[in-house]
């Protein structure tokens, strides 16, 4: 099993960013699967996953409406379009597979993508 986020980058206030995950060695559209991420003296927070078996989309509060995730099954991809970026999105962003379904756990995490929001 792998999992590469890219995408990251340095944007403004206000800009936006697509960040990919190429996933391997695992059928995407058979487990749950999100984005995480980690500022500097932060935890680590949930950002947005996928069901398995319902498709549907789950978001952390602050990021309901700025970001939105997105699986390609027959290329095993998942993607999230971040908009309206703010400085507190600034994090280094992961993304995980779990178990099984979303409260399964995650079992698997990639390489995070950096991503840098400021004037």
């Known amino acids: 099993v792998q999992l590469q986020a890219s995408g990251g980058g340095s944007v403004q206030p206000g800009g936006s960013l697509r960040l990919s995950c190429a996933a391997s060695g695992f059928p995407l559209d058979y487990y749950a699967i999100g984005w995480f991420r980690q500022a500097p003296g932060k935890e680590r927070e949930g950002v947005s996953c996928?069901?398995?078996?319902?498709?549907?989309?789950y978001y952390t509060v602050t990021m309901k409406g700025r970001f939105t995730i997105s699986r390609d099954n027959a290329n095993n991809m998942l993607y999230l379009q971040m908009s309206s970026l703010k400085p507190d999105d600034a994090a280094l962003y992961y993304c995980a597979k779990t178990r099984y379904g979303i409260m399964d756990g995650m079992d698997y995490w990639g390489k995070g993508t950096q991503v840098t929001v400021s004037s």
């Open positions: 996928i069901d398995n078996l319902s498709g549907s989309t």
